[in-house]
């Protein structure tokens, strides 16, 4: 799941940093949003 991926490695980013998601799962565009607000980013 591209969430979870992505929690996965947003630890690893560092400030000013830019992490590219690719998916081909159409949900990705509500979910990705919805957890980096959850984060605070």
Request: one cysteine or more; glycine letters at 4%; hydrophobic letters at 40%.
């Amino acid at each position: 799941e591209p969430v979870m991926m992505l929690h996965n490695r947003i630890h690893d980013v560092e400030i000013g940093q830019v992490l590219r998601v690719v998916a081909t799962d159409p949900s990705t565009t509500r979910d990705i949003p919805r957890f980096c607000q959850f984060l605070g980013h």
